[in-house]
């Protein structure tokens, strides 16, 4: 839809529209490849006999020419903060009046933001109990990132799951752990 509303490939659009005006074109980006040498890329799993580098691990993005809503971006720890950042300071690239109905979005229906998780659990991978306000990201290779919007403070863990356990619970305790320890801090 965005794609033939915009009549631009979505790797492009998000270049455009969001990446370049937050500053953050080099760090956070679709099709890394195509701009970054691969050395300069960790090997995220390994599929069909060789090591996966700037592609998507996972194989609906893969699918869909490696740059789908859902997966395919590759980004910095310090390119999510910043994105995090503008998002929270009336700094993003839309009102923030849509900005703020993402992000505080709570119905009755679903304990989910729009476009966010929230902990739905006393075992959070988020480390918070339900109720709290605090939204989050858990990515398929393990990445995930989550930001309590009271104190505007986030937390970003990358990691490459996928290399080593293809079992998306392998992870999650280490998970748990680290964001229960870094919102002690």
């Known amino acids: 839809m965005l794609e033939r509303s915009y009549h631009m490939h ?3 659009l998000f270049a455009q529209k969001i990446a370049r005006p937050l500053g953050l074109g080099m760090q956070m980006l679709y099709s890394p490849l195509h701009w970054v040498m691969r050395n300069q890329i ?3 799993c390994h599929y069909m006999g060789a090591y996966i580098q700037g592609h ?3 194989a609906n993005a893969r699918a869909l020419t490696h740059v789908a809503g859902h997966a395919g971006l590759f980004a910095t720890a310090e390119a999510i903060a910043a994105y995090v950042r503008a998002m ?3 700094n993003f690239v839309c009102s923030s009046e849509i900005m703020r109905e993402f992000l505080t979005y709570k119905s009755s229906r679903t304990p989910f933001a729009l476009g966010w ?3 739905t659990s006393e075992d959070s991978l988020s480390g918070r109990r ?5 939204i989050g990201h858990l990515g398929f290779t393990g ?3 989550w930001i309590d919007l009271d104190t505007k403070r986030s937390v970003t863990l990358l990691t490459n799951r ?3 356990n293809d079992d998306p619970g392998s992870i999650a305790s280490l998970r748990r752990e680290i964001y229960r320890m870094c919102w002690e801090l």
């Open 10 to 12: 979505l790797s492009d």
């Open 42 to 44: 960790a090997a995220t």
């Open 56 to 58: 998507p691990d996972d």
């Open 88 to 90: 929270l300071s009336d």
């Open 117 to 119: 998780d929230r902990p």
């Open 130 to 134: 339900p109720g709290e306000n605090v």
């Open 143 to 145: 990445c995930s990132v």
């Open 162 to 164: 996928a290399h080593a």
